[in-house]
């Protein structure tokens, strides 16, 4: 694939815009439903956000791939660089969570960078060697090879009791596992089982070996419109299985990165990626086309630097509940201004998140008016 993908710009700019308002509500007590994670199982708009940049980081990877290799690049030095670019990313998630406290003894080891950088280093040498059929049984292993240990082996919960097949929060084999390797260095909120753990990144490699396929499938010699079509039928065949599986196996669950999970939100990224390839790659005519891209202009905006948003976002966010006030954070003091307006806590909490996100938006067209592209 030689020319880039508008409609990959804007799904990524969609995810990290969605991910910006579920991060930064004004009141973490007053978020409505949608905007905040499942308590345990089930899923909710929020637990599609972070696969969907999994998902979005295998097609990249495969486009990116062939457009190297085509130029001359070999396979050894297309996966040590890949590799490299990943342990850059776990890199800065470490220094993200390392402000404000600058406590290594406390530093919690996990984050969504930190997953989203090993998987990278994970993926990068079966995208290099390996065909797509075997990436899909990879996958397919990785999903079964992870359903065997969780309800199959049996391990102490964090009581010290022993049990098997247990998967309420901090009885399973991942939180065992994130214990026995990273014991004071989990998430603070549980401090006995961390969302983005070690055990679950084998299925989360799943969930990139999905975008891996759809890489292939859009690099193949179709017509753009059938490559759209079959991207919905791919997306609700997905979802339909995550159903099924969760009610027959394990069920959907973020935390745990199920494979049911895996499949309902494969799916659903199958779906939101096909509309967004549908109207701004596929269209026939050209008017149409560019016409479509006017109206994306804000999404394929935050796409373009989405990893330097993302980091942005994070230290500001930090940054805002440090500062002080007097007696109360900046952000309090923020919040208070908007309470003021005489909106309900709920409406008052997400207009501040709303108010982030287009700030954000704000610096996202000011680095793409200036050609201001920030890779790693």
């Given at each position: 694939?030689?020319?880039?993908?508008s409609?990959?710009?804007?799904?990524?700019?969609f995810?990290?815009?969605a991910?910006?308002?579920?991060n930064?509500?004004g009141d973490?007590?007053?978020?409505y439903?949608?905007?905040?994670?499942s308590?345990?199982h089930?899923?909710?708009?929020?637990?599609?956000i972070?696969?969907?940049?999994?998902?979005?980081?295998?097609?990249?990877?495969?486009i990116?791939?062939?457009?190297?290799?085509?130029?001359?690049?070999?396979?050894?030095?297309?996966?040590?660089?890949?590799m490299k670019?990943?342990?850059?990313?776990?890199v800065?998630g470490?220094?993200?969570?390392w402000?404000?406290?600058?406590?290594?003894?406390?530093?919690?080891w996990p984050?969504?960078?930190?997953?989203?950088?090993?998987?990278?280093i994970?993926v990068?040498?079966?995208?290099?060697?390996?065909?797509?059929?075997?990436?899909?049984?990879t996958?397919?292993?990785?999903?079964?090879l992870?359903t065997?240990?969780m309800?199959?082996?049996?391990v102490?919960?964090?009581?010290?009791?022993?049990?098997q097949?247990?998967?309420?929060?901090?009885?399973?084999v991942a939180?065992?596992?994130?214990?026995l390797?990273?014991d004071?260095?989990?998430?603070?909120?549980?401090?006995?089982w961390?969302?983005?753990?070690?055990?679950?990144?084998?299925?989360?490699?799943?969930?990139?070996?999905?975008?891996?396929?759809v890489?292939h499938?859009?690099?193949?010699?179709?017509?753009?419109?059938d490559k759209?079509?079959?991207?919905?039928?791919?997306?609700l065949?997905a979802v339909?299985?995550g159903?099924?599986?969760?009610?027959w196996?394990m069920?959907?669950?973020?935390a745990?990165?199920?494979?049911?999970y895996?499949?309902?939100?494969?799916?659903?990224?199958?779906?939101?990626?096909?509309?967004?390839y549908?109207?701004?790659?596929a269209q026939?005519s050209?008017?149409a086309?560019?016409?479509?891209t006017?109206?994306?202009?804000?999404?394929?905006?935050?796409?373009?630097?989405a990893?330097?948003?993302?980091?942005?976002s994070?230290l500001?966010?930090?940054?805002?509940?440090?500062?002080k006030?007097?007696?109360q954070?900046?952000?309090?003091?923020?919040?208070?201004?908007?309470?003021?307006?005489?909106l309900?806590?709920?409406?008052?909490?997400l207009?501040?998140a709303?108010?982030?996100?287009?700030l954000?938006q704000?610096?996202?067209m000011?680095?793409k008016?200036k050609?201001?592209?920030?890779k790693?």
């Amino acid at each position: 694939m030689s020319a880039r993908l508008s409609s990959l710009d804007a799904f990524r700019g969609f995810t990290i815009a969605a991910m910006l308002l579920v991060n930064n509500p004004g009141d973490w007590g007053h978020v409505y439903g949608p905007l905040l994670h499942s308590k345990w199982h089930g899923w909710t708009f929020t637990d599609w956000i972070f696969p969907f940049f999994v998902f979005i980081s295998g097609i990249s990877m495969t486009i990116s791939l062939s457009r190297r290799a085509a130029g001359g690049d070999d396979r050894l030095r297309l996966m040590l660089t890949t590799m490299k670019r990943g342990l850059i990313i776990i890199v800065i998630g470490l220094l993200l969570n390392w402000i404000p406290s600058f406590d290594l003894e406390q530093l919690r080891w996990p984050g969504v960078l930190q997953r989203l950088g090993l998987l990278t280093i994970v993926v990068a040498p079966l995208a290099v060697y390996l065909s797509w059929r075997e990436q899909a049984l990879t996958g397919l292993l990785l999903l079964a090879l992870y359903t065997g240990l969780m309800m199959c082996v049996p391990v102490p919960g964090f009581d010290g009791v022993v049990r098997q097949g247990s998967l309420l929060p901090g009885e399973d084999v991942a939180s065992y596992v994130d214990r026995l390797l990273m014991d004071g260095h989990l998430w603070r909120q549980s401090r006995t089982w961390d969302p983005e753990g070690l055990l679950s990144t084998l299925p989360a490699v799943a969930s990139q070996i999905a975008g891996l396929l759809v890489g292939h499938w859009l690099a193949s010699r179709r017509p753009a419109v059938d490559k759209a079509a079959w991207l919905f039928v791919a997306g609700l065949a997905a979802v339909w299985a995550g159903e099924v599986l969760g009610a027959w196996s394990m069920p959907i669950n973020k935390a745990l990165w199920t494979p049911s999970y895996v499949l309902l939100t494969a799916g659903f990224a199958c779906l939101v990626f096909g509309v967004c390839y549908w109207l701004l790659d596929a269209q026939p005519s050209a008017a149409a086309r560019a016409a479509y891209t006017r109206w994306a202009a804000p999404l394929l905006a935050y796409g373009m630097n989405a990893l330097f948003l993302f980091v942005l976002s994070g230290l500001l966010a930090k940054l805002l509940y440090t500062l002080k006030l007097g007696e109360q954070s900046l952000l309090a003091w923020i919040v208070g201004g908007v309470k003021a307006l005489g909106l309900s806590p709920v409406n008052s909490s997400l207009l501040y998140a709303i108010g982030f996100v287009l700030l954000f938006q704000g610096i996202a067209m000011f680095m793409k008016r200036k050609q201001w592209f920030i890779k790693v």
